[in-house]
């Protein structure tokens, strides 16, 4: 069932009424909406996360697995961020 030339002009000018969030904040907020586990985040830390606990976590990798040039280190950081999202995911299964 197609929608009528009256319905389409009614959702554009509805459209034109939603001017979504304005505020630094507000923006923040919205574009986490979907966000459930953050497995497939774009970065492996969360906003709400603790950086300095993140930094540490990383530094352990590195002292332990003393990566040598720029492909053992960025081997070491993608093992170092799947495994905290990890943990982040196995957190929040045993919260449930």
Same mark, same amino acid.
């Given at each position: 069932m197609s929608a009528t030339a009256a319905r389409i002009e009614a959702n554009r000018a509805n459209a034109k009424l939603s001017t979504g969030p304005r505020t630094a904040e507000g923006k923040q907020r919205s574009?986490?909406?979907?966000? $459930?586990?953050? *497995? +497939?985040?774009? +970065?492996? @830390? *969360?906003? #709400?996360e603790d950086q300095q606990a993140y930094q540490e976590f990383c530094a352990d990798f590195r002292e332990d697995l003393k990566p040598k040039g720029t @492909? #053992? #280190? $960025? *081997?070491?950081?993608? @093992?170092?961020?799947?495994?905290?999202r990890l943990n982040r995911c196995r957190s929040s299964e045993s919260e449930r």
């Open positions: 574009a986490s909406n979907a966000l $459930q586990h953050g *497995l +497939t985040a774009r +970065t492996a @830390l *969360l906003p #709400e @492909l #053992e #280190e $960025q *081997l070491v950081r993608t @093992l170092a961020d799947s495994k905290w």
